[in-house]
């Protein structure tokens, strides 16, 4: 403790120059923090909710249409419980700002597939029976302001209406929820019914996106696909069965390697933090030389100056990173509400624990070479600017 005065005067000497390095240590890791959240949202394990359910796409591009056909030879295979299937509409609402997932599904088939989407009973009878009818999350309900009763307009950026409107229009009957906190991305989310889809778009007719299939035994998932899959091997529609996990990842992996992407940004930008903060210790003990040298004239033991350098720079890394992750950890929500994605982008345990470590090693990494200089530094040749 009694070196604190010490260390808070060495890091107060330059006052502009400590705060628009600090200022910079935050920055990159308010940067680290959100991108770090991202890697880990797209690595999370998958939740136990979903566990017995595969994706059934095409082989060749997730944008290629199955036959309906194939429904009934997915659902003869050996231990499949039930199947359903949606497709990808695209729509906008009003503004390409306002994009968000909307699916044409088999109303009955696809509820009973995911329960974790709680709908009331009433809403769940008219969206069944109404051939327009369409149902959103709640996040999605109150982001827009919609209630049941409700016209939603989506302008098609794949399939246009057969009778050449601009528009489709869909009758809102029933809002759902999602069943526990960490599915609220799924709130994110509109479904209509596939037949209405199917019967308006000019193409495409006779066909859906993807196969959803429940298993009977979650551990003879891997078995289960490969024998859908060998049921379609050579046809001119191959398939690729997978967890709906990695189906869900695959959507974003179209863009490149998210994990790749995401470290070769953060492996910049803390390079250029080192060379940043290492050049400012170096300048910051060059000025301080007949300071050190003072101290040593004071009785300081070599050790100590070294580690009273190297607490500096520590501090200095230390204080800008927390407040970096604290900025970031602030941030992700207001982006999540924002966004209508479907991970769930927030700080968690281990990218504050990551980032604590990269704080550490960087403060020793700047720190080390000036303070195994202000150690060796001779007390005559300092004083005499030698």
């Known amino acids: 403790m009694k070196y604190l005065p010490l260390l808070f005067a060495a890091l107060m000497r330059k006052k502009t120059r400590t705060l628009l390095t600090l200022l910079s240590v935050a920055a990159a890791f308010a940067l680290f923090g959100m991108l770090d959240a991202v890697r880990v949202a797209f690595n999370a394990p998958q939740s136990v ?6 994706i059934t796409s095409s082989r060749l591009s997730l944008i290629q249409p199955l036959p309906y056909a194939d429904l009934a030879r997915i659902q003869s295979t050996p231990g499949v419980k ?7 509409f695209g729509g906008i609402y009003q503004d390409p700002k306002n994009f968000f997932p909307n699916f044409p599904v088999e109303p009955q088939s696809y509820l009973d597939m995911y329960p974790e989407l709680v709908l009331p009973q009433a809403q769940r009878q008219a969206f069944l029976k109404m051939r327009t009818g369409a149902i ?11 209630k049941v009763g ?54 495409g ?41 990695e189906f869900q990842l695959s959507f974003a992996k179209q863009i490149g390697d998210i994990g790749l992407i995401v470290t070769a940004i953060m492996a910049a930008v803390f390079f250029t933090l080192v060379l940043l903060t290492g050049n400012t210790m170096a300048q910051s003990i060059r000025e301080r030389i007949p300071e050190l ?29 927390l407040i970096g992750l604290v900025l970031a950890a602030l941030a992700l929500p207001v982006i999540g509400e924002a966004s209508s994605g479907q991970l769930d982008v927030a700080m968690r345990p281990e990218s504050w624990l990551l980032g604590v470590g990269l704080m550490a090693t960087i403060g020793i990494l700047v720190g080390l070479p000036p303070a195994l200089k202000a150690m060796r530094l001779g007390i005559v040749d300092a004083l005499a600017g030698r």
């Open 293 to 321: 040298a003072v101290l040593k004239t004071l009785g300081f033991t070599n050790r100590a100056v070294l580690l009273l350098v190297m607490a500096e720079a520590l501090v200095l890394l230390l204080l800008g990173g």
């Open 82 to 88: 039930a199947v359903t299937y949606a497709s990808w």
């Open 205 to 245: 007719q006779g066909t859906v996106g993807w196969y959803i299939v429940r298993v009977e035994d979650a551990s003879q998932a891997d078995r289960i696909a490969q024998a859908i899959d060998r049921q379609f091997t050579n046809s001119a529609f191959e398939t690729r069965t997978q967890s709906e996990r």
């Open 49 to 54: 909710i979903g566990i017995d359910r595969l």
């Open 136 to 146: 959103v999350g709640r996040a999605l309900a109150d982001l827009h302001g919609w």
């Open 150 to 203: 409700d016209k939603i307009p989506l302008r098609p950026t794949i399939y246009p209406h057969r009778d050449g409107g601009e528009v489709w229009t869909f009758d809102l009957v029933g809002i759902f929820e999602a069943a526990q906190p960490e599915l609220r991305g799924s709130e994110k989310q509109m479904l209509f019914h596939h037949t209405y889809f199917d019967e308006g778009r000019e193409i």
